[in-house]
């Protein structure tokens, strides 16, 4: 039987350090080359993750990646779309509106480079994402028409962020037209109304004739919820969220402690041996 493992990768994967252990690099190879499909589920492009892909050998031909939380699924060899769902400029018109209003930097992201976009305040998004590049763009200047754009990101400090998520919950418009996800501390993601990464992962799952009842999924965050619900064996880190704790199924160790390795060794104890 087929089985596939999903994979979060701040907080859960990565360490605080913001590395793949070896002992997380050595279990995830062993399984790899056992047949388990290994997909790695990230809001980030696939260049900003490159160097991660190329450290677990996760190259070859059938190899995906989940990218922008669900909204694309990528070939890591060919870079092929498998799935790809997206935002329009004229979906984007009330977010600029709320950032302007509220004094709020804003990052818009297509499926190849960053738009930063000129709103009078300063953006952390391009302090926490690398491999990709950015522009300072105004707004009125982004292309419009049929153009996709992957979503659109509010990075301020932390101590705002409650302030920032606090504002959006209360603006009826912003609801209507995304789904609002908490990615890191510091970054609110605006992505598809109804997007998440299960969908990416369904979409997978299908085009490898498996079903969730395979999939084994680790996270730790606002983000991960769908995917950890979906999953047949959901897994959240020790570190992880409290809410995103009454959803899983298990729970493992921190992302400091190898959680995820720790977790591997146990249940697929008879492909490592």
Same mark, same amino acid.
């Given at each position: 039987?087929?089985?596939?493992?999903?994979?979060?990768?701040?907080?859960?994967?990565?360490?605080?350090?913001?590395?793949?252990?070896?002992?997380?690099?050595?279990?995830?190879?062993?399984?790899?080359?056992?047949?388990?499909?290994?997909?790695?589920?990230?809001?980030?492009?696939?260049?900003?993750?490159?160097?991660?892909?190329?450290?677990?050998?996760?190259?070859?031909?059938?190899?995906?990646?989940?990218?922008?939380?669900?909204?694309?699924?990528?070939?890591?060899?060919?870079?092929?779309?498998?799935?790809?769902?997206?935002?329009?400029?004229?979906?984007?018109?009330?977010?600029?509106?709320?950032?302007?209003?509220?004094?709020?930097?804003?990052?818009?992201?297509?499926?190849?480079?960053?738009?930063?976009?000129?709103?009078?305040?300063?953006?952390?998004?391009?302090?926490?994402?690398?491999?990709?590049?950015?522009?300072?763009?105004?707004?009125?200047?982004?292309?419009?028409?049929?153009?996709?754009?992957?979503?659109?990101?509010?990075?301020?400090?932390?101590?705002?962020?409650?302030?920032?998520?606090?504002?959006?919950?209360?603006?009826?418009?912003?609801?209507?037209?995304?789904?609002?996800?908490q990615s890191q501390p510091h970054i609110l993601e605006f992505i598809p109304l109804g997007l998440n990464?299960?969908?990416?992962?369904? /979409?997978?799952?299908? /085009?490898?004739?498996?079903?969730?009842?395979?999939?084994?999924?680790?996270?730790?965050?606002?983000?991960?919820?769908?995917?950890?619900?979906?999953?047949?064996?959901?897994?959240?880190?020790?570190?992880?969220?409290?809410?995103?704790?009454?959803?899983?199924?298990?729970?493992?160790?921190?992302?400091?402690?190898?959680?995820?390795?720790?977790?591997?060794?146990?249940?697929?104890?008879?492909?490592?041996?």
């Open positions: 039987m087929q089985q596939m493992i999903a994979l979060d990768l701040d907080n859960t994967l990565f360490n605080s350090d913001k590395e793949i252990s070896p002992r997380n690099e050595q279990v995830l190879k062993r399984v790899h080359q056992a047949g388990v499909k290994i997909v790695l589920c990230t809001g980030r492009p696939i260049n900003a993750i490159r160097n991660y892909l190329d450290q677990l050998e996760l190259n070859q031909a059938e190899d995906y990646t989940i990218n922008f939380n669900g909204g694309l699924v990528t070939n890591n060899q060919t870079g092929e779309f498998l799935f790809q769902k997206g935002l329009v400029k004229s979906d984007l018109d009330v977010l600029y509106e709320f950032v302007m209003a509220h004094q709020l930097p804003l990052d818009v992201l297509d499926f190849d480079k960053v738009y930063e976009i000129k709103t009078g305040q300063q953006s952390l998004y391009g302090a926490t994402v690398k491999g990709i590049d950015f522009t300072n763009d105004d707004y009125q200047d982004l292309p419009a028409g049929d153009k996709l754009y992957s979503k659109a990101v509010i990075a301020v400090d932390p101590a705002q962020m409650a302030q920032v998520k606090a504002l959006v919950r209360d603006d009826d418009q912003i609801g209507q037209h995304f789904t609002v996800v990464k299960a969908v990416g992962l369904q /979409h997978l799952l299908e /085009h490898f004739e498996m079903t969730f009842a395979d999939l084994t999924a680790f996270g730790d965050a606002d983000n991960d919820k769908e995917m950890l619900a979906a999953a047949g064996d959901g897994v959240v880190m020790a570190n992880g969220l409290p809410a995103v704790k009454t959803i899983a199924d298990h729970e493992t160790l921190s992302n400091d402690e190898d959680g995820v390795a720790v977790y591997i060794e146990n249940k697929f104890v008879t492909l490592l041996q």
